[in-house]
């Protein structure tokens, strides 16, 4: 629990509206066209883009050879995982209730930091995982009998869920000496090849040229997402106190829900509302400062 400073904050709200909106635009980029794919796209698109910004800013490329299994490792938890699973999983569900789901990762982030890292937590945080758990439950109120028949994509969401919060624990926890930009393009490159890799594996029937609409979502989820957005976390959860790191982000299914709603023809009930209340609890317990960190500041 700690004061987060303004450059923090910046990058969090821009962060926030980045990955929110994206949910739905993910749904229009792999409707109707093959969901590996289109992610291995946006990947190998921005990369360069990303290599560009450590050149231009001077930072250094090399990994230490010592560090590369954990790169490794960080790279399958937060990255390897999460994004297959979650992408093809997107085309059977709405892009709100898979943000629902995926962003059950503070939840998970939170119990594991107890259970694997034996680290404290107030009881405001509990109270704030608390509050997030029953704004996960409340979004999720219709979606109990269509996700009764759907259990693989659910799975595979919730698995990819857990996956990037331990890859988060692990990443506060990480000795690695190289920078966060270096840490960012390398597990980009990999899970890319990945990508690469598992469409060509899959999906080569299904290629196709990317429609106007889905060429839009590509360009965003390449720069908006890859080149800025993960960059940003990355940074953001190094520097900030883990459950602060990962439920100060759960306004991102709120987007998720509502852009959809208005992009996509999702239908809201009650729940949404109720929902939207309890996030904003959740992520006051966590950033509004204490009187010990005002008093620090």
Not at 207 to 217: F, S, Y
Not at 281 to 294: F, H, M, N, Q, Y
Request: charged share 10%; net charge positive.
């Amino acid at each position: 629990m700690s004061i987060i400073t303004r450059k923090q904050l910046i990058l969090l709200v821009i962060l926030t509206l980045v990955w929110g909106i994206n949910w739905p635009i993910l749904k229009i980029g792999v409707t109707n066209f093959p969901p590996i794919f289109f992610r291995s796209i946006c990947m190998w698109i921005g990369l360069p883009f990303l290599g560009l910004a450590l050149w231009k800013l001077k930072i250094s490329f090399v990994v230490p050879r010592a560090q590369w299994r954990e790169l490794i490792m960080l790279s399958f938890f937060n990255m390897f995982v999460w994004h297959v699973m979650v992408i093809v999983a997107l085309p059977y569900m709405t892009s709100g209730r898979v943000a629902i789901l995926g962003y059950t990762m503070p939840i998970f982030s939170a119990i594991f930091s107890v259970w694997f890292f034996k680290t404290p937590l107030q009881s405001r945080a509990w109270l704030g995982v608390a509050a997030a758990t029953l704004a996960v439950v409340f979004l999720l109120w219709h979606e109990f009998t269509q996700l009764a028949g759907k259990p693989i994509g659910v799975f595979m969401v919730l698995s990819a869920a857990g996956a990037w919060a331990y890859g988060i624990q692990r990443l506060r926890r990480t000795e690695m000496t190289v920078s966060t930009l270096t840490i960012s393009f390398w597990m980009t490159a990999m899970t890319a090849v990945v990508m690469a890799v598992l469409t060509t594996l899959v999906e080569t029937e299904r290629w196709a040229m990317p429609r106007t609409e889905t060429w839009g979502a590509i360009i965003f989820n390449a720069f908006g997402v890859f080149v800025f957005a993960q960059t940003a976390w990355l940074i953001l959860a190094r520097g900030l106190p883990p459950v602060a790191s990962t439920l100060s982000v759960m306004f991102i299914p709120v987007l998720g829900v509502f852009s959809g709603a208005i992009w996509l023809n999702e239908i809201l009930h009650w729940q949404d509302w109720a929902a939207v209340f309890l996030i904003v609890i959740s992520i006051a317990c966590v950033l509004w400062p204490t009187r010990d960190t005002k008093s620090q500041a």
